[in-house]
């Protein structure tokens, strides 16, 4: 048994598969976030844990990893969870090509997915539009979480079942000589530290992150209300322009042709990055996004035009019984922009910055943390 002292700063995602991963291999972890809860990009998403987006290979397996970590942490902390899987949907001929061909694909990939055609999609799925629609791609490997509930309750599991101690309210200040300190009032020590501090490029290594290929994302989103009735959409679901999003979709042949489709007739949404994707939560409320801007520093507030363009587009594809927007934000995620996954770097001795998962740190977070663990 190892039994060093390991610190992690930041109890987002990442930050806490980092501090799990390393309570497993016999650190003794202490994890400092700068606020009361963690309240960074981890509770601002969808709570989609979501194979499909990513490439055959070391990262479908790792978000598959993944997912199996979360669906064993959600029944052991009691965190809602549901296996709903992801429907791609299809109302262009030439959308239905590139899922026909993703289709082909993934099944000589090994994954569990399924074209379906409309009288399939109908019968099962009363959320989805059928004015127009040709047919959809279900996949089965996707999970949903609420990102706000299974944020909040993780550390408290972790605490009982892996003796991870949090300190909320510790805004790390400085690092060196494998000490952390806080302020000027507090100083700890410990023999590996991990610095998971998301889009905070500011305070911690400052120079390591002017170094670095990566550049921040705005990204803003809604939550409608919850569905009267106790009705589920039964699965999450994405429109046509997800396709031109994900990694995993880039070898269709004919995704290019697609996207130049988009390009010409709906500019403004690729301008903005908007592509359209619902989960639900437990509560039985949507949570609907989103849009991609880039840069180191955005204004804080959210434009009403593009929530209107994701509520038009939404309109689309889905039909909710309550289109009532309860709550709308923005998240921020760090985004690498020299195409790698995830960075991690030791700046000094002893110290590790993990970094730059963008729109994929639910899925791949906790099979990330055991790999560079595992290695260290
Ligand atoms: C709108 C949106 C939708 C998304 N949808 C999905 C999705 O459905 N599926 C998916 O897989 N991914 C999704 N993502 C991506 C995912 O949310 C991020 O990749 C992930 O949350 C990043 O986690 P993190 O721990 O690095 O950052 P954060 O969650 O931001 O956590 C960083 C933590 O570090 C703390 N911190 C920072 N500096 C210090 C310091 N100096 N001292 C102490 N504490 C510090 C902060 O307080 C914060 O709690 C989405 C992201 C956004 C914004």
Sequence with gaps: MVNKQAIVIGAGIVGLATARALAIKGHSVTVFDRSQQAVGASIRNFGMIWPIGQPEGKLYNRAIRSRDVWKEACEGAGIWHEAAGSLHLAYHADEMQVLTELNDMFNQQGRRVSLLD????????????????????????????????????LPEYFTKEYGIEFNWGKCVSYIADQTIYIGNEEEHEADTIFVCSGADFETLYPEAYAAMPITKCKLQMMRLASQPDNWRTGTSLCGGLSLIHYNSFKTAPSLAELKDRYQNESGAYLDWG????????????????????????????????????????????????DWSLMESWNGIYPKLTNGETEICISPEKGVYIVNGLGGAGM??????????VSAI
Excluded: R
Excluded at 281 to 304: C, Q, R, V
């Design 363 to 372: 899925t791949l977070s906790f099979g990330l943390a055991e790999e560079i």
């Design 274 to 321: 908007v592509h359209v994707m619902v989960s639900q939560n437990g509560k039985g409320e949507l949570t609907i996004g989103d849009s991609h801007e880039y840069g180191l520093t955005f204004d804080p507030f959210d434009k009403a035009f593009i929530n209107k363009m994701i509520l038009d587009y939404g309109k689309q594809f889905a039909c909710f019984k």
């Design 118 to 153: 409309k009288s399939d999609i109908i019968q099962k799925y009363d959320a989805v539009n059928p004015d127009n629609l040709l047919g959809g791609l279900y996949s089965s490997d996707e999970m949903v979480v609420d990102p706000g509930e299974a944020i909040s309750k």
